[in-house]
């Protein structure tokens, strides 16, 4: 079982399906979509540089040759950001819009056709799809947990917090949430069309937990083992000390999470 998902930042440079990441709408929404964000994400930069520059008063400014250099280069900032702003401002903003609303076609481009763009089955504006059967696969596998949109069951605040939080660290969360959704949503199938043994014991449902091991199964066949099981074999160490090899490298990895302790309780 695979899972995949689109690069946050990459969702401004192209269109494609959440499920099968396939281009979608057409040649000519792609450029225009691209031209427009970019516009919009220059211009953000460009205000943003221009702020940062602009808190510097003159005294500041004038105080020593280190400020004097560092007020320049925000200048030099500023200029840049602004040289490239005016360079997607070169194409009017017409013709960026005809060519994401259909109303100009580029050379050729009938012969590249795209598929249409579906919307999201919850109504969210962050996913889009090339046909109704990847939206329904899509909804089943992962997005009907992860969805924010208004047709969604899920705790949309909880969820829009932890998508910022993501994209603000480190993206592979949104992967390894799709994991999660995934196994969720097949253990509640497995619930539904099995009958479940009422008989507890320890207080575990054995069925549950087994049903939920099924349901962890097609993700549990990519999981890595420890790193120091799994890495590769340096050129330099010989395979009949490859066992000695591996162990030196836990023992290590244990001395330092211990060392990173007794500093932790020292301080």
Not at 58 to 74: F, L, R
Request: proline content about 3%; aromatic content about 8%; glycine content about 4%.
């Amino acid at each position: 079982m695979l899972v995949g998902a689109q690069h946050s930042s990459n969702k401004l440079d192209c269109l494609v399906c959440s499920h099968c990441f396939c281009y979608i709408g057409s040649i000519e929404l792609q450029i225009g979509r691209r031209l427009y964000l970019q516009a919009l994400r220059l211009s953000k930069h460009k205000e943003t540089t221009f702020e940062s520059s602009s808190d510097h008063s003159e005294e500041d400014c004038q105080v020593s040759d280190e400020d004097n250099n560092s007020h320049v280069t925000n200048l030099d900032k500023l200029q840049s950001a602004s040289s490239d702003t005016n360079e997607i401002n070169l194409i009017p903003k017409e013709i960026i819009e005809s060519l994401m609303n259909g109303g100009l076609a580029l050379p050729y481009s009938k012969q590249f056709p795209l598929p249409s763009i579906i919307p999201c089955p919850g109504g969210c504006e962050e996913e889009h799809y090339c046909s109704k059967l990847c939206a329904e696969a899509d909804w089943d596998l992962y997005h009907s947990l992860l969805c924010t949109g208004k047709g969604s069951s899920s705790h949309t605040e909880a969820v829009l917090k932890f998508i910022e939080h993501a994209n603000a660290t480190n993206d592979i969360f949104l992967l390894a949430a799709k994991a999660i959704a995934f196994t969720i949503l097949k253990y509640r199938k497995l619930k539904s069309t099995n009958l479940i043994d009422q008989k507890r014991v320890n207080g575990m449902d054995d069925s549950s937990f087994s049903l939920l091991m099924e349901a962890w199964k097609p993700i549990s066949m990519g999981f890595k083992k420890r790193w120091w099981d799994c890495i590769a074999l340096p050129d330099d160490i010989d395979s009949c000390n490859e066992a000695s090899f591996r162990m030196q490298i836990k023992e290590l990895a244990f001395t330092r999470c211990i060392g990173e302790g007794d500093a932790q309780a020292i301080i």
